[in-house]
């Protein structure tokens, strides 16, 4: 029976360390692999020490590499709505199934799940980067369906099933693989001036390898235009909709001892605040509104009027599970591309959003036309949107859950 380490936190030296003891969890004759606590000092590209941020040291680490565990280590670092990081893990040694977690669920903000998809789809593609490197060809299946039809909001929902073979011998690492831990959201303004490298632009010019999602890039001219108006629009309905912004903000994590408490959701360190306004932000409490505001004049006046480059994904039905799962991979390969090109990258996905509260509530379709005329048909729904370009400044690592979290029997 194979055995995986359980990772303990040490003290934090000049590079990453670990002290690990040997351990493994069989149930009903299936090997269930567990990391109890998964802590470890986070000392390599985190924005600050402590259990909280210890995955991103774990996802290479030599006590899981070559294990099943080493492709949940990488998974669990990948782009996810909110930090809501809404996946369960049961992993055996020829094969591991991926749930989405209901229950860390964006209720108004996401009322059918797509985005949740989206963020397993992200889980996916690094878990598939990871395999080789591992030693493991990985075939995944995915669930087939509509998100429409998950009414369930508590427990997990199987979504996907990675099937694993042994290689004869470890493959080596794609540059993809070795960016997952450096890949962060960053929301500082960019530099307008300067447009995302050629050469990483030529690689969205490649197809996504599904005829059924495509990209759509806008720099410039009325397309532009149109982009900037629809995301700043939404932002404004969302923070008008006290159930869509009171969702959005239960999730935030706004001190330390909440980070270490949840290990999840949005944090000051990762706002794209200047100093002062973050040592500000973290000093007084605000009232919502201002809170609210501040947040819509930065996406106006900072993230959309800062960004050379801006983009949609789009698919034939944005509610098709299989769908929005491509998406998700489709995404984090653009962002582990960028974080290797030096460019930043964030998602703004405010008009989808709106689309689904408009489905949820029964009312018009204005999002979803508005979206239509960006994308020239309406048979292209989008379904991500993200903005591109250089920042002088680095972004910060978001909480991570400890693996143990995650893994279910």
């Known amino acids: 029976m194979a055995e995986i380490p359980t990772f303990h936190p ?53 006590a899981v590499r070559g294990s099943p565990l080493a492709l949940v280590a990488a998974g669990v670092l990948a782009a ?7 996946w369960l893990f049961h992993v055996q040694e020829g094969s591991i199934e991926v749930f989405a977690d209901t229950s860390r669920n964006l209720g108004a903000m996401d ?5 949740m ?5 992200c889980a996916l593609e690094n878990m598939a980067l990871a395999a080789p490197a591992n030693g493991y060809g990985a075939e995944i299946e995915t669930i087939p369906g509509s998100v429409l039809d998950l009414k369930d909001r508590h427990g997990p929902a199987h979504a996907a099933t990675v099937r694993l073979t042994r ?27 300067r447009p995302p490298p050629r050469a990483w632009r030529d690689t969205l010019a490649a197809p996504s390898g599904d005829p059924g999602v495509r990209l759509f890039l806008f720099d410039e001219g009325a397309g ?89 994904i789009a698919v034939r039905d944005r509610y098709d599970r299989a769908a929005a799962m491509a998406v998700g991979r489709l995404w984090q390969r653009i962002h582990l591309a960028a974080a290797d090109a030096g460019v930043a990258l964030q998602p703004l996905n405010q008009p989808m959003e709106m689309v689904d509260r408009d489905r949820s509530l029964g009312r018009g379709d204005e999002w979803e036309r508005r979206l239509a005329a960006l994308t020239g048909s309406p048979d292209w729904q989008a379904t991500f949107s993200f ?23």
Request: one cysteine or more.
């Open 224 to 312: 532009r235009t149109g982009y900037d108006s629809v995301v700043i629009d939404a932002t404004k309905a969302i923070i008008s909709d006290a159930a869509m912004i009171a969702d959005s903000d239960r999730w935030f994590r706004g001190d330390d001892a909440e980070i270490e408490k949840y290990r999840s959701g949005p944090t000051l360190a990762v706002a794209g605040l200047s100093p002062m306004n973050r040592l500000l932000a973290g000093a007084l409490p605000l009232p919502p509104k201002v809170k609210h505001d501040a947040w819509l004049a930065q996406t106006r006046d900072s993230q959309l009027a800062s960004a050379p480059l801006t983009g949609l």
């Open 117 to 121: 998809h989206i963020g397993l789809g």
């Open 10 to 62: 040490v003290a934090a030296g000049p590079a990453c360390r670990a002290s690990t003891r040997r351990g493994f969890l069989g149930a009903g004759g299936t090997t269930v692999f567990v990391a109890s606590g998964g802590l470890i000092t986070a000392a390599c590209s985190v924005a600050r020490p402590g259990p909280a941020y210890a995955p991103w040291a774990l996802w290479n680490d030599p």
């Open 80 to 86: 996810n709505p909110h930090d809501t990081q809404p």
């Open 167 to 193: 290689l004869e011998s470890p493959q080596s690492p794609s540059s993809a693989y070795h960016a997952i831990p450096r890949r962060h959201t960053n929301r500082f303004p960019y530099d307008r001036r």
């Open 111 to 115: 009322p059918f799940l797509r985005e």
């Open 387 to 409: 903005r591109a370009g250089v920042c002088s400044h680095p972004a910060s690592a978001s909480p991570r859950r400890a693996l143990s979290d995650t893994i279910i029997a």
